[in-house]
């Protein structure tokens, strides 16, 4: 089976287009294993919009969709939206051919979902830490979860205690999200194992550390963001570990510290994560996300 790797800020996936074939959980678990297979934080099926049978399949062809992103965790568990994920999959369709121009609906498992390209806000430098020459950047409308957001649970890990407040937002996939008070803190953290949050979530939880930086990211060249807000992020992601990236976990981010600061919050939000930088733009009943997405190697699964 022939698979495409690529990344959306270091997060990671294995992309295959297929209409049939579906990968187990163990066969999933095997590839993305980062010593014994090929290595990545997820792999993603392209499925044609008419081969899937799902409200939510079903509700994005008639919103135009032509393809379906079939999205697994690197456990093989499944997940109900990625925001990096959608990104690479969108650029994966336009350079192999599947589909073309600039914006198209994709359909996922919480209904379709609009990816345009654009440009970048940052520096395109080779050696920048937010772009490079062979980045495309893609703009995606993320529809929030029906959850209001929550001052309602506590997290934890090994070197990070006693348990701190945390906010849960619903990106259609859930997240915690913690504030910790700098940056020290937050680069010390040990997320080798998942954090512990209480109450205990019935279906998992993406867990967030943020700090509320000063001023704007470096390397900023887009004059409307001069006044954006900038965070920094770490993540554990369920069903896989701590990533470089996280594009829900990103705008959940962005959210939980829109929540906290009140209606003076800034609606646009520079997240660095580190993988790389992303921009996220609040809405009432979205959020929405701005990246790049880079295809890097094509392999065959034995």
Same mark, same amino acid.
Not at 15 to 24: E, H, K, Q, S
Not at 66 to 84: L, T, V
Not at 176 to 195: C, G, I, S
Not at 214 to 236: C, F, I, N
């Given at each position: 089976? /022939? !698979? $495409? ?8 996936? &294995? ?5 049939? %074939?579906? !990968? ?19 792999? @993603? ?5 008419? =081969? +899937? ?13 032509? #393809? ?8 093989? =568990?499944?997940?109900?939206?990625? *925001?990096? *994920?959608?990104?690479?999959? $969108? ?12 914006? !198209?609906? @994709?359909?996922?498992? %919480?209904?379709?979902? $609009? ?24 703009? %995606?409308?993320?529809?929030? *979860? ?13 070197? &990070? ?31 080798? /194992?998942?954090?512990? +949050?209480?109450? +205990? ?8 550390? @943020?700090? @509320? ?13 001069? /006044?954006?807000?900038?965070? =920094?992020?770490? %993540? ?23 929540? #906290? ?7 646009? #939000? ?5 993988? *790389? ?17 880079? &295809?890097?190697?094509?392999?065959? !699964? &034995?």
């Amino acid at each position: 089976m /022939k !698979l $495409t790797k690529g990344h959306g800020t270091e997060n990671d996936f &294995l992309l295959y287009a297929d209409d049939t %074939v579906r !990968l187990d959980p163990h066969a999933i678990a095997a590839a993305c294993d980062r010593r014994t297979g090929i290595g990545a934080d997820g792999v @993603i099926r392209a499925a044609s919009i008419g =081969s +899937v049978d799902t409200p939510e399949a079903r509700a994005a062809e008639e919103a135009g969709a032509q #393809w379906y992103m079939d999205y697994r965790n690197a456990d093989g =568990s499944p997940a109900e939206m990625c *925001g990096n *994920g959608v990104r690479v999959f $969108t650029h994966f369709l336009r350079e192999t051919g599947l589909q073309t121009g600039e914006k !198209l609906v @994709i359909g996922t498992a %919480v209904g379709p979902v $609009t990816v345009e390209m654009t440009a970048s806000p940052f520096a395109s430098v080779a050696d920048s830490a937010h772009a490079s020459d062979s980045a495309t950047w893609y703009r %995606v409308r993320l529809p929030r *979860g029906p959850k209001p957001i929550a001052d309602d649970a506590f997290a934890a890990v090994a070197n &990070l205690r006693p348990p701190r407040p945390a906010a849960s937002v619903d990106m259609e996939n859930p997240h915690t999200v913690v504030a910790v008070a700098q940056a020290a803190e937050l680069e010390a953290l040990d997320l080798r /194992k998942p954090p512990e +949050v209480q109450p +205990v979530p019935p279906d998992g939880t993406n867990v967030e550390f @943020i700090v @509320i930086e000063q001023g704007p990211a470096p390397e900023l060249t887009d004059p409307r963001l001069q /006044k954006a807000g900038h965070l =920094s992020m770490r %993540v554990y992601e369920r069903g896989v570990g701590e990533t470089r990236a996280c594009g829900t976990g990103a705008c959940a981010a962005a959210l939980a510290a829109s929540h #906290w600061a009140g209606s003076a919050a800034p609606r646009e #939000w520079l997240v660095t994560q580190p993988g *790389g930088t992303v921009l996220v733009e609040v809405e009432d009943d979205y959020a929405v996300l701005s990246g790049p997405a880079v &295809l890097t190697a094509e392999t065959s !699964l &034995l």
